[in-house]
């Protein structure tokens, strides 16, 4: 390995989320500490992934089939649907193995700043999906943000004409958070949807 493959390695490992230079430098050196055991197998089995996973072309989810194993299963509740904004949002959902029903992936929220349009998200295939897979219910899941608030209103909005039931996640107080440490913001998301 030359001098550059090694400064390409670490500047292809800075460009992932929470690492920069230093970081990527502290990585490369210890999969090369441990090439067999590590670095082969880490290299490989990026190879795979990138050969082999999709994207579901009903939810957006990612799978080595599509449909996705989710979209496939036969226990999911099909009349409910939960629109997420991007798939660690849709997996996070899955790790507590709480909601039972299907997703939809948006693939990011509508941003004005970002030049992000409706056009530019899975939209359109959320209002197919709900027109003709007989869904009752649509949980939008977008997060507490200005832009993932804008998309919830955008979307509700954009089914009205299917006579669907719309609902949101509860924001608010979380579980174990007290209140000297919230800001306005939440408190007043947690007053208004007080049940």
Request: proline share 3%; with cysteine; charged share 25%.
């Amino acid at each position: 390995m030359s001098h550059s493959e090694l400064e390409t390695l670490i500047h292809l490992m800075a460009k992932l989320p929470g690492l920069g230079p230093r970081s990527a430098r502290r990585v490369v050196l210890h999969l090369l500490k441990q090439k067999d055991a590590l670095m082969r197998p880490l290299a490989q089995s990026l190879l795979q992934t990138a050969d082999n996973v999709v994207n579901c072309e009903i939810c957006g989810n990612l799978d080595v089939a599509s449909p996705c194993h989710i979209c496939t299963e036969n226990k999911r509740d099909t009349k409910t649907l939960c629109v997420v904004e991007n798939v660690a949002d849709l997996w996070a959902m899955e790790r507590g193995s709480i909601y039972r029903g299907l997703y939809h992936v948006l693939g990011g929220v509508l941003s004005a700043m970002d030049g992000v349009s409706p056009k530019d998200l899975n939209i359109d295939k959320l209002a197919n999906r709900v027109a003709n897979d007989d869904i009752s219910e649509v949980i939008i899941a977008t997060n507490a943000t200005v832009d993932g608030q804008t998309t919830a209103h955008y979307i509700t909005e954009r089914l009205a004409e299917y006579g669907v039931e719309i609902t949101r996640l509860a924001h608010g107080i979380p579980i174990g958070g007290e209140l000297d440490y919230l800001d306005e913001g939440t408190l007043s998301a947690a007053l208004k949807s007080r049940k």
